[in-house]
């Protein structure tokens, strides 16, 4: 079973740039596509960016294109988000998925595990 942990949110000011990472257990890490997803409040958690298992596929929500990129390291059980160019709207809990599938899907119900989330709030 993979368990994921989430670190790397915070505050920055528009324009500015995270990179969010989130830490993967499990021997079968590879076989998962992941996800970003982000909920702010009062909203829906929403499909920010998605990779396959193999890393060749990717989907970004088009808020996101240009801005974001999502990477994965299968030898290290890592994925990332790099976030440039953020602007206050990108304020969010963001959270870590995985599915089974290994497709880089944007339906949320084809992730079956998740993690706790990191704040991301961007002052503006």
């Known amino acids: 079973q993979v368990q994921l942990v989430e670190s790397g949110g915070g505050l920055v000011q528009a324009g500015g740039s995270l990179r969010l990472s989130c830490a993967a257990s499990?021997?079968?890490?590879?076989?998962?596509?992941l996800g970003w997803f982000r909920q702010a409040p009062g909203k829906e958690r929403d499909i920010v960016a998605a990779?396959?298992?193999?890393?060749?596929?990717?989907y970004y929500a088009d808020s996101v294109k240009g801005r974001f990129t999502i990477s994965r390291d299968n030898s290290e059980n890592m994925v990332y988000l790099q976030m440039n160019s953020l602007n206050p709207e990108d304020t969010a809990v963001y959270h870590c998925?995985?599915?089974?599938?290994?497709?880089?899907?944007?339906?949320?119900?084809?992730?079956?595990?998740w993690g706790q989330g990191t704040q991301v709030t961007v002052s503006s």
């Open positions: 998925a995985a599915a089974a599938s290994g497709v880089a899907t944007q339906d949320r119900y084809e992730y079956n595990i």
């Open positions: 499990g021997r079968t890490f590879r076989r998962y596509a």
């Open positions: 990779i396959s298992w193999s890393g060749g596929i990717t």
